[in-house]
């Protein structure tokens, strides 16, 4: 069967039952929608301050390839087998975006028999978060043209708004666009643009915040554009949009909680790429599960190149977070494909491109075990095609790092597929104090930030920027030096060009352009042609994605 058939044959239970019966959280502190989604009010998040917190479990992945790594699948395995093994656990994961399920994907809620339902409604509009977080950024954009338009008393330079629009769908044609024509009663005319929600820096706030009064803060702090002497920035607070922003997202800063296919309970809320953002789910969520939980898993988009060092340099720096360890996720056919292998051929046997391929898993383990501290298991994720001379090589030459490797079956047999490696995981958590740190200090200049992210995790030999870049960065120095960098790059290589595989070297990373998140208190610095609204693929995925006459979704993988 699809993942979709798959799930809608799944025996949900009501979410409020659920949660009171796993987690002894009571019903009227549930914002049920419908009977198997609903938000969690703070005020009982908040009530659980004082109690202790579980230990933090992060899933990450190699370098993605068209061949599929399961980081997601993975995650909701560990968590279904934590939970059959006797251990409180329970999974956060980030809201899907309905640009990739309606181009590249076609759905992100686990696969196979380890997913998060209900999937079509979690797939599609959800909770209604996203469309929150696109009408709060869009109702900042129109108030900007609006003060223009209306005499513009705070000397908005036109020319410089750093504020586009945003729409949750990748469409190319929106990248570059003209706002205002028609004449003087439609407004000013200019250049804009929009980016993808989940690009929006309205969601990497959302993700940070911690509270409703956190919220508001950051939101008024968003730089949206600068006078025309160049220096001087103008805040969403000079238009007093912050109260109004924050007050359509009165409902979206709530945790969502839904249940896995074995009926464990999961948080999903938030959802930022970590290509272009910092691709994690949203603080609250994680500080929730800790609380309520032993174990709480999570994971980051992604390789963990992208994913899991902004989830380490930047939540768990902002938010006082510690990972115990790292799940580091592969598949032999990705492997081969970092090898050279074409996808047709990726289901036969080939010994020579698995080991070629071998060393983009080599230096993802590097990277976590060496310059962030963390204690790593790697798990493969089990593909029929695997054959038994591929599994012993690649345990083979994991053991030879020092490292555990976990064929897992967790697609095909649900949590009882993963027991092992979640044996393994909880060895490592309950016997073992992670020796934690981070790829760079805050202190270290903006440029030295960058350049340490990708000489140590991207083996480039240094980065650049040409000399209108270089001033930016330099200006953001001034005032911003202490922020995170959230570095915005191909998911598809450790260099800036997709097409290089396995673990390039002696690459130069490219600074094309450097953004203020200064709400969410980062820099943005996109490294190549790196693209913040995506466009569809030839074939997308939304050519299969129908609904029955009896109201069934069908196409979501």
Excluded at 268 to 297: E, M, R, S
Aim: charged letters at 20%; proline letters at 4%; one cysteine or more.
């Amino acid at each position: 069967m699809s993942d979709i058939e798959i799930a809608q044959q799944a025996e949900m239970q009501p979410i409020i039952g659920l949660a009171k019966e796993k987690f002894g959280i009571p019903a009227e502190q549930l914002d049920p929608y419908g009977h198997y989604k609903a938000k969690v009010s703070l005020e009982y998040i908040n009530s659980l301050t004082d109690k202790k917190d579980g230990k933090l479990i992060l899933v990450t992945a190699i370098s993605p390839t068209p061949a599929g790594e399961g980081k997601t699948t993975t995650t909701v395995g560990l968590g279904d087998a934590m939970n059959r093994l006797g251990k409180k656990t329970m999974i956060c994961l980030r809201e899907p975006s309905l640009g990739p399920c309606f181009g590249m994907k076609g759905g992100a809620a686990g696969g196979g028999y380890s997913q998060v339902i209900p999937m079509e409604d979690i797939n599609l509009h959800f909770t209604g978060d996203f469309h929150a977080i696109g009408v709060a950024h869009n109702l900042l954009s129109a108030m900007i043209d609006n003060h223009i338009n209306h005499g513009n008393a705070l000397g908005i330079d036109p020319r410089r708004i750093q504020w586009k629009r945003v729409v949750d769908m990748n469409d190319r044609a929106l990248r570059k666009i003209t706002v205002g024509q028609g004449g003087p009663a439609n407004g000013y005319l200019r250049e804009d643009g929009y980016d993808i929600v989940v690009a929006s820096e309205v969601m990497a706030i959302l993700c940070l915040a911690t509270s409703r009064a956190d919220l508001k803060a950051r939101l008024g702090r968003i730089v949206i554009a600068y006078k025309a002497d160049r220096i001087t920035p103008i805040y969403a607070r000079d238009l007093n949009a912050q109260g109004s922003m924050a007050a359509l997202l009165k409902d979206a800063i709530k945790p969502n909680l839904v249940q896995t296919l074995e009926n464990n309970i999961a948080i999903i809320h938030g959802g930022p790429f970590a290509n272009i953002a910092h691709g994690c789910n949203t603080v609250t969520a994680t500080k929730t599960a800790l609380k309520l939980a032993d174990y709480a898993i999570t994971e980051a988009g992604f390789g963990a190149d992208l994913g899991a060092e902004k989830f380490i340099d930047i939540k768990c720096r902002m938010a006082g977070l510690t990972p115990s360890a790292v799940v580091l996720v592969a598949t032999v056919r990705a492997l081969k494909s970092h090898g050279g292998v074409d996808k047709d051929n990726l289901n036969s046997e080939n010994l020579k491109a698995l080991e070629d391929g071998f060393v983009n898993l080599e230096r993802h383990l590097h990277n976590i075990t060496h310059h962030y501290g963390l204690p790593c298991v790697i798990c493969i994720n089990h593909f029929t095609f695997d054959t038994e001379a591929e599994i012993a090589l690649l345990k083979q030459k994991c053991e030879a790092l020092g490292v555990k490797c976990i064929v897992s079956k967790h697609w095909a047999e649900g949590g009882a597929g993963a027991e092992d490696l979640a044996q393994e995981v909880i060895n490592i958590v309950d016997n073992r104090e992670p020796e934690f740190t981070y790829v760079y200090d805050e202190d270290l200049p903006l440029w030295e930030k960058m350049e340490a992210i990708s000489s140590k995790l991207y083996g480039a030999t240094g980065i650049t920027a040409n000399a209108k870049v270089r001033g930016e960065i330099a200006a953001l120095q001034e005032n911003y030096g202490k922020f995170p960098v959230c570095m915005a790059k191909t998911q598809m290589s450790f260099s800036t060009d997709p097409t290089a595989k396995g673990a390039p070297t002696g690459h130069t990373v490219e600074i094309s352009e450097v953004r203020l998140a200064n709400g969410a208190g980062f820099i943005v610095a996109l490294a190549g042609n790196m693209m913040t609204m995506p466009g569809l693929p030839k074939v997308p995925a939304a050519e299969r994605i129908d609904i029955t006459d009896n109201g069934t979704i069908t196409g979501l993988f």
